[in-house]
């Protein structure tokens, strides 16, 4: 299989998730640009898993634009709400970060903090084209709890309730290179690097 090389579109407009996915892919000299800045619109993600979901982006973004195209779905799950957000993340309260986070503490008002475990979760696929039959798909998982109050300005999402027991601090608070070495999707993507290391060696 040919090496990836060239322009590759990122089936997002999150300014920050393009920018962790620059750094971390960066060994291979591509360049990714926001499927925004193609003229690409956001597509329904209406898959029940975040492969499926990471996989519709994907395919939308290399149909529109003819370029590779690279996608991930992420979310944090929680175990005391059996799993929610889930894959409902980015519209848990359909009113952004600050919704989000306001609505997933009412949730948890009531359980203890020793309860409060979660994971943030990240599937990350390549497309080489928009009919691909064989996506390269990346899983990354990071273990942490909901705190009861915000902490840090940094990040963004979840980030500010997440306690990272490792560094004793939330993930906001973390140092952005370090956050990007350990956290589901840092871990995703350097999967996702080995992966085309090896397809491609």
């Known amino acids: 299989m040919a090496a990836l090389a060239g322009r590759v579109v990122v089936a997002s407009g999150n300014a920050g998730k393009v920018a962790e996915l620059s750094r971390t892919l960066a060994p ?3 360049e990714l ?4 800045s ?3 619109a956001e597509v329904a993600e ?3 898993t975040f492969v499926e979901n990471a996989l519709i982006k994907a395919r939308n973004a290399a149909r529109h634009t003819g370029l590779p195209a690279i996608a991930d779905d992420s979310g944090l799950e929680v175990a005391a709400l059996s799993g929610a957000p889930g894959v409902h993340s980015a519209r848990y ?4 970060d600050a919704g989000n986070n306001a609505k997933l503490l009412r949730a948890l008002a009531t359980v203890k903090q020793t309860e409060r475990h979660a994971r943030f979760y990240c599937a990350l696929v390549l497309l080489r084209h928009a009919e691909d039959p064989t996506p390269v ?3 990354g998982s990071w273990r942490g709890r909901i705190l009861h109050v915000a902490r840090g300005e940094g990040g963004f999402g979840y980030d500010p309730l997440f306690w990272v027991d490792s560094h004793q601090c939330s993930a906001a608070e ?3 290179d370090e956050k990007n070495r350990i956290s589901h999707r840092g871990r995703a993507s350097i999967a996702l690097l080995d992966a085309l290391r090896y397809e491609d060696g």
């Open 46 to 48: 209406t898959g029940a």
């Open 33 to 36: 640009v926001t499927q925004d």
């Open 174 to 176: 973390l140092p952005r």
């Open 28 to 30: 291979l000299s591509l």
């Open 137 to 139: 798909i990346a899983l």
């Open 93 to 96: 309260s359909g009113e952004g």
């Open 38 to 40: 193609l003229g690409v």
